[in-house]
């Protein structure tokens, strides 16, 4: 079966995963972790995309981002995976590729899963078992968001300014948000929606999407119930 193209749409915020290539390790130390993060930051600017929320694993990155132009999204993550290859491999004496394949995206619908979709890439790494706490971990937008520390790779979208009327309230809003974590019909449907490339929302907004595009937005017919979580979580080596 033919491979339907990304669903690009400027304006939309897209959930993105790119992973390393058989598994193999995209960054190997603080060093790597920073140059990604450079990247990245660099990348978004210069194709006008805003990055909303990060998470950079040893062997992979979530992104929730929204581009300005439906071209944005590709353009920045070709140069982001081409100009970060060349770094890494030049810095570990490497050739060949880094990537496995093309990087996986999902459109979603702001109101309904914009924060559910920041709270389960921050998580990322506690869901990993490689911290346990959100905070623990240094390479996530999670710390900008809960009053840490500032990042310049963020912009954050309207709906965070909603949490609250100051930066503390809204800080103790997100941060409250990300203890209470996704129930497993969140984690399922966002799981499942990056890997699979469709849009996730509600009928309504999915029907307003379809009259924006050709490429179709969802499936035509409901598939099999959704996997839990931990299931979808297992296969595709803890998203």
Request: aromatic share 10%.
């Amino acid at each position: 079966m033919a491979r339907l193209p990304r669903l690009t749409l400027a304006a939309y915020p897209h959930h993105v995963i790119q992973r390393g290539n058989n598994r193999q390790s995209i960054c190997l130390d603080s060093d790597d972790f920073q140059s990604l993060k450079d990247f990245l930051g660099s990348c978004a600017q210069r194709y006008q995309v805003a990055v909303h929320a990060f998470v950079l694993m040893d062997n992979h990155f979530h992104l929730l981002a929204t581009p300005k132009t439906d071209e944005a999204l590709p353009k920045m993550m070709q140069a982001l995976g081409r100009g970060y290859v060349r770094y890494f491999n030049d810095r570990h004496l490497r050739t060949g590729t880094l990537w496995e394949g093309r990087y996986r995206s999902t459109l979603i619908e702001p109101d309904r899963y914009l924060l559910a979709c920041m709270v389960y890439i921050d998580l990322n790494p506690v869901r990993a078992r490689m911290v346990a706490s959100a905070t623990d971990y240094p390479w996530s937008s999670y710390a900008h968001y809960a009053g840490v520390r500032a990042d310049k790779v963020l912009t954050p979208h309207p709906l965070v300014w909603e949490l609250g009327n100051t930066p503390f309230a809204r800080e103790a809003a997100y941060a409250q948000l990300v203890q209470a974590g996704l129930t497993s019909v969140q984690q399922s449907a966002l799981t499942e929606a990056v890997l699979h490339g469709w849009a996730l929302g509600a009928p309504e907004f999915l029907q307003n999407l379809q009259r924006q595009t050709p490429r179709r937005v969802s499936k035509k017919e409901p598939g099999r119930p959704l996997k839990p979580a931990s299931e979808l979580e297992e296969r595709e080596w803890k998203l």
